[in-house]
């Protein structure tokens, strides 16, 4: 379990506990917390790393056995809480409402699940490459898979590689698998 109290958000201070045992695992200080963050850490499946959300919306990486830092994003546009991490690593994103989907080293964006109009975000749950997410309005699970997202592209475009997905250059990492199947 990591432990953040207001008294150590300036200090960037995160504890992990054993619960079982009620001992401390280890102790990492680094740049402060965001103030406005709902949730400023995670663990990785495996739990062996710890991403935490800094004052700058930066994702810094821990490795929790050596404490010690190991690694550091560019700036999230509008994150306010992380929300978890995916089993290939995803980053799992609140963004004032929305949720967002980015790489886990640089933070690279690869989706934005939007809300709609006045439905509000309500909780959200990681668990394995599932997501659920609960608002006013709807109760949805989402698989993160990037097969899956392959496998939803290709039903909705006409393929396979057809000249519409030739043409544009936003899906130039859908065409990195194997093309869409021909009708």
């Not at 809300?115 to 749950?125: C, I, K, Y």
Request: charged share 30%; proline share 7%.
């Amino acid at each position: 379990m990591a432990v953040v109290t207001d008294a150590w958000r300036d200090g960037g201070r995160v504890e992990v506990w054993d619960v079982r045992r009620g001992t401390r695992v280890a102790r990492l200080e680094g740049t402060p917390l965001d103030y406005d963050g709902d949730r400023w850490v995670t663990f990785t499946p495996d739990g062996d790393r710890l991403a935490v959300l800094d004052e700058d919306r930066r994702v810094v990486w821990w490795r929790v056995d050596a404490e010690r830092r190991d690694g550091l994003t560019r700036s999230i546009a509008d994150a306010t809480g992380l929300l978890g991490v995916a089993p290939d690593g995803t980053l799992v994103v609140n963004l004032v409402g929305d949720v967002g989907l980015f790489s886990p080293d640089d933070a690279e964006p690869l989706g934005r699940l939007r809300q709609t109009s006045g439905d509000s975000l309500r909780t959200a749950r990681l668990r394995g490459d599932r997501l659920r997410l609960l608002s006013d309005k709807d109760d949805r699970t989402l698989a993160l898979s990037p097969t899956t997202w392959h496998t939803r592209l290709c039903a909705a475009l006409p393929g396979p590689n057809s000249r519409a997905q030739r043409e544009r250059p936003a899906l130039e990492m859908a065409r990195q698998p194997d093309p869409c199947p021909s009708d």
